[in-house]
């Protein structure tokens, strides 16, 4: 048992820190410390700059222009990049899509699909939710019908995060009617600006159109365009969620917000006091952080249980209802520390373009919206309850 | 023992149920939230004829009501819908005060508030006073025989539509003492008032309130110069009976829908209701909001009773329905899943102003230090 990262490990963080400092635009930076929405061009910028690093792909082997790090590196990396406000990298290429063509997919495929992600040329989206086929993901209803050498795809998906800014997008359609629901899934790749695919935003409560509606009416979708075998995209699916879940506990977003917190508790003020020194409200923080610092280590303990080549399992369940709780217990906690400015709407969509000024201490803007945006966290990748399920079944054979 | 409504506040409340099916779908709630006063003149007006303006104020003050039990029925109506309208600013705070220790020609106005032709908004809390009650900053002193004002007053509900400010001022005492703060009666138009208009997630519309060397005569003073605490606790204490009401309103709707949606929802091939860890939860939340009606039931008993068991009230309260709102938005928003977190859909506004009740005349811990102050300590 030693708590301590290696010499090699603490240098690579320190390589990491020197990078981010000299290379992270304060434009960028400074969008994320406030809760800002990130453009296209801003997301682009950023995989850009790190794709001239070479540290766009860190959960790719090197062989496909990826990095080559172990689960630890990884996470230093993604704990500096979230320290710095750095824009997360969008994960539906890189993460989630890369690793399951790496795995699955045809040399042609390999060859022209991933450089393409790393350098920007294909934006990917995610289609796999649908209006009846949320946790019961296998319930899907979106067909590809083969007609020589194309499929046919009919259907919708849904919740298609960022699909506005997409021009790819990886599906789980149905192919065979017959069998158990998880059998007639395949995996298909479809170019979204095929006739006949359209795009509808989802405003959320936020009030920002964060996610989409993508419909398919007979799209035409070339044969070569599939991923593996027929009628085996469930288990390629399985496969992403577990890459899905890598950095789901998402305890650098936790450490920031937790930060962010400290930082407004100190300014705001109560009965004369920095709201800090109130002890009821310090009693929540400090509950919050000591769940973070034990969940901190919890996330180490898989991590190098994963850079040790065991894959993670229902761990990864635990880590996303823990994750997805310690956060939101810190979004709710920040909106608390701001008051009264919690109450004015702040639609960035409005701002754009107009010259509102903004209301209250610029750090208030965004904490109503992120609170409310960030009930997502409990919500996709498998709602917190599937995730209970998945534990009781899978670790404690209930 | 009880707990019956009386025949006329059953007649009220069946009326005015009816009257805000009619008026508040979830359509006319978002065209409502883009409009310039964040509600609708026609409703307001409606609301007035009905006579539901009339049943926040007593008979003394030319209403037929205004006990803690009728601002406790209309509330929870209004809460129900999600109404954006500012009766909350315009009566229990604006014609609250005025009735409270306004003199003959300012109590006059009630008379326009219950006609439905007079807004009113309170500017008292500011940036930093974080719903602590005695904490202004804002200045006023005499210069011959008037008062000049300057401060800054943060998020005042319904100032840009308020026809009438009432604008808080310390003329005298320590920055949080109860005594030396004063009220004024401010018309919207004096020199030196400036808003800077916004829309609120809740719904309605707010403003920062900027005085700027405003000028007024003796006639703007309400009450005695400097003994204006009183006043504003009373007023706070019937508002927080409204807020706390608007919010079990909130609370029972959000529980019908999200109800409604276990039933017709299907996963894995059956209705998610079927699945025992969403009915446990859901029988919590009934659970909590019989909590929450019971306290808003003990608050609007105690609200028109003697003031160290009516504050003690109004913390508890605030309390419980701070935390118990939370509960109930983050529940219903987890357990509709996705379409809980969307726009479009009838949950969203009704659970944001749900939450956003907790940020209004004191949030949950705020009144748990207080409740330690007043009944614990």
Not at chain 1, 88 to 101: K, Q, Y
Not at chain 1, 205 to 229: Q, R, S, T, Y
Not at chain 2, 55 to 79: C, I, K, M, T
Not at chain 2, 327 to 339: D, F, V, W
């Amino acid at each position: 048992m030693d708590l301590n990262y290696t010499d090699e490990q603490l240098a690579f963080r320190q390589q990491v820190r020197v990078f981010l400092e000299a290379k992270l635009p304060k434009a960028l930076s400074s969008k994320v410390k406030f809760g800002k929405t990130l453009t296209k061009s801003d997301h682009e910028q950023w995989h850009a700059i790190l794709n001239e690093k070479g540290w766009l792909a860190n959960n790719w082997p090197k062989a496909y222009g990826g990095t080559g790090w172990d689960a630890v590196h990884r996470h230093l990396f993604e704990d500096e990049m979230t320290r710095a406000h750095a824009p997360r990298i969008v994960p539906f290429g890189l993460a989630m899509f890369g690793p399951v063509l790496q795995e699955f997919g045809s040399s042609e495929q390999k060859d022209y699909y991933l450089p393409r992600i790393l350098n920007g040329e294909h934006w990917w989206c995610q289609g796999y939710s649908e209006p009846g086929a949320g946790s019961d993901l296998a319930s899907l209803k979106t067909t590809a019908v083969r007609e020589g050498d194309h499929y046919i795809v009919n259907g919708q998906k849904t919740w298609t995060t960022l699909g506005q800014h997409a021009n790819m997008i990886f599906c789980l359609v149905r192919t065979m009617k017959e069998g158990k629901p998880q059998e007639g899934i395949s995996f298909l790749l479809i170019d979204m600006q095929s006739e006949g695919v359209s795009v509808e935003p989802i405003v959320l409560i936020d009030g920002e159109p964060e996610v989409n509606e993508v419909f398919f009416d007979n799209v035409k979708v070339p044969v070569a365009n599939l991923v593996g075998e027929e009628n085996k995209g469930w288990t390629y699916a399985k496969f992403l969620l577990t890459h899905e879940r890598t950095n789901i506990a998402g305890v650098g977003f936790a450490a920031a917000g937790l930060e962010s917190l400290k930082r407004i508790a100190r300014t705001e003020q109560s009965k004369g006091r920095p709201l800090i020194e109130n002890p009821h409200f310090a009693a929540k923080i400090a509950r919050v952080e000591i769940d973070l610092m034990a969940m901190i280590t919890t996330n180490l303990r898989v991590i190098s249980r994963a850079a040790a080549g065991q894959a993670p399992g229902a761990e990864s369940s635990m880590l996303k209802i823990k994750g997805s709780e310690v956060r939101q217990q810190i979004n709710a906690l920040t909106r608390s520390a701001v008051g009264c400015y919690a109450m004015p709407f702040v639609s960035e969509e409005l701002e754009r373009g107009s010259n509102t000024l903004p209301v209250g201490p610029d750090y208030a803007a965004s904490v109503t919206g992120t609170y409310l945006n960030n009930r997502k966290l409990s919500i996709y990748g498998g709602s917190n309850e599937i995730q209970r399920t998945i534990i009781s079944k899978a670790i404690l054979e209930l | 023992m009880n707990f019956d409504l009386t025949d006329e506040r059953q007649m009220l409340q069946d009326t005015l149920r009816r009257f805000l099916k009619e008026h508040y779908s979830n359509e006319q709630i978002k065209a409502l939230a883009q409009s310039s006063n964040g509600y609708s003149s026609e409703t307001w007006t409606g609301l007035a004829q009905l006579g539901v303006i009339g049943a926040l104020f007593s008979e003394q003050d030319g209403g037929y009501g205004g006990a803690g039990f009728d601002l406790a029925l209309v509330f929870e109506e209004l809460g129900r819908v999600g109404a954006p309208d500012p009766l909350l600013d315009t009566a229990i705070l604006g014609g609250g005060i005025l009735a409270a220790i306004g003199n003959e020609q300012q109590k006059a106005l009630i008379e326009s508030i219950i006609e439905g032709s007079l807004q009113m908004a309170l500017a008292h809390a500011e940036p930093q006073s974080r719903y602590e009650l005695a904490r202004v900053n804002t200045t006023v002193r005499g210069d011959g025989p008037d008062f000049v004002l300057n401060g800054h007053k943060a998020v005042v509900v319904n100032a840009g539509a308020a026809d009438q400010l009432i604008v808080s001022a310390r003329s005298d005492g320590e920055l949080a003492s109860q005594t030396g703060i004063s009220l004024f009666l401010i018309s919207a138009k004096t020199e030196g008032l400036t808003l800077q208009d916004f829309a609120l997630v809740s719904g309605g519309r707010a403003a920062e309130v900027q005085l700027d060397n405003v000028r007024v005569d003796a006639s703007s003073l309400l009450g005695e110069e400097g003994e204006a605490f009183d006043a504003l606790e009373l007023a706070h204490a019937r508002a927080t009976v409204a807020i706390c009401a608007d919010a079990l309103g909130l609370m029972e709707t959000i529980r019908a829908l999200t109800t409604d949606y276990l039933k017709m929802r299907k996963q894995f091939g059956k209705p998610i209701g079927k699945f025992q860890v969403l009915q446990h939860r859901m029988a919590d939340v009934l659970i909590e909001i019989e909590q929450a009606r019971s306290a808003v039931i003990n608050l609007a008993g105690h609200v028109d009773g003697e003031r160290d068991e009516r504050e003690k009230h109004v913390s508890a309260t605030k309390n419980l329905i701070g935390n118990i709102g939370k509960m109930i938005a983050e529940e219903s928003i987890q357990m509709h899943g996705g379409i809980g977190m969307t726009e479009e859909y009838e949950l969203g506004h009704l659970a944001k102003r749900l939450i956003m009740v907790d940020h209004r005349l004191g949030d949950a811990e705020f009144h748990l230090e207080r409740f330690i102050d007043i009944a614990v300590a």
